[in-house]
């Protein structure tokens, strides 16, 4: 990890057309999918570790929706987030200059990628995604990878029109809402992220799921899984391009270290357990960007 890090921040240190500068503070937006103050406190010690290894001050931001990160970064009030897939192409493709890749999860396992899970409660009587049909289903939010692009598309190519298929389709607003939403019975069925990996009574090893049994918010015992989709290029960390290089060097580096500095705080980042934060390039979501493109008919 070190020395991939250490080839990475050369790069960026000698391609940045920013030298090495001062800044008066340093903005995290993070994305929607649990409510603000879950956020918040997942991410406190990654926001303290940064304040000390930058020495300005470092700010959570927590936007209602994924939009609010997304035009942050656009804008230049965000400096860094980690984003799905989705919300990375969005902006690749409004303007592919703004952010720099760098991270990305690696799961227990070796790998990179997560999966749209399709579930209900388990007194529904639903065990497949064909018994939804007729039935109000959720998705989380138009600019979530695994809330939408990815499930939409693959249930649209298996069933049509979803608002043909299913009595009603509603975007819950995030994953959190959506997984809480079916638990409670408000939608019949719903999709939210997971990695795939251990056990479904756990939530996973990581993902909404992971978190929202972590937080007590659900027992997954009282809900079951119905559909899975392909698997997904996990999301990236990004940066804002215009920082200067050594500010950049510095995040990543710290990001890429955190498992073996703080695991704990690596837990929260990551949404559960995991085997490190990697080098991600553009390459890996070329086809999530060819699928946001013909979403918005571009």
């Excluded at 019975?185 to 049994?213: C, H, I, K, P």
């Amino acid at each position: 990890m070190k020395t991939l890090l250490s080839v990475l921040a050369a790069t960026t240190l000698l391609a940045g057309v920013a030298q090495a500068q001062e800044i008066k503070e340093f903005n995290i937006g993070i994305l929607g999918g649990e409510n603000a103050q879950d956020r918040l406190t997942s991410q406190e010690c990654y926001r303290a570790a940064m304040e000390t290894a930058l020495g300005v001050p470092v700010k959570l931001f927590t936007p209602a929706d994924y939009d609010g990160v997304i035009q942050g970064l656009l804008g230049g009030t965000l400096d860094m987030a980690w984003l799905g897939a989705s919300a990375y192409a969005k902006i690749f493709l409004t303007d592919p200059a703004a952010v720099d890749l760098a991270l990305t999860k690696q799961n227990l396992d070796g790998s990179t990628g997560y999966y749209s899970i399709g579930f209900a409660r388990k007194d529904s009587g639903i065990v497949t995604i064909e018994d939804a049909k007729g039935k109000v289903f959720a998705f989380a939010e138009p600019n979530s990878t695994s809330g939408y692009l990815v499930p939409g598309a693959e249930l649209t190519a298996a069933f049509g029109p979803l608002d043909q298929f299913f009595s009603e389709v509603k975007f819950s607003g995030g994953h959190e809402q959506t997984i809480v939403g079916v638990a409670n019975g408000d939608f019949a069925a719903g999709v939210s992220w997971a990695d795939g990996l251990g056990n479904w009574e756990d939530g996973y090893n990581s993902g909404a799921f992971r978190r929202a049994s972590d937080a007590g918010l659900v027992d997954m015992n009282d809900i079951v899984q119905i559909w899975q989709s392909k698997l997904i290029p996990e999301g990236p960390m990004v940066v804002r391009a215009a920082l200067p290089a050594d500010v950049k060097a510095k995040v990543i580096q710290l990001t890429a270290d955190l498992w073996e500095t703080d695991p704990k705080c690596a837990y929260g980042v990551a949404a559960g357990d995991a085997k490190d934060f990697v080098p991600v390039t553009h390459a890996e979501y070329e086809g999530v960007v060819a699928a946001r493109k013909l979403q918005e008919g571009m």
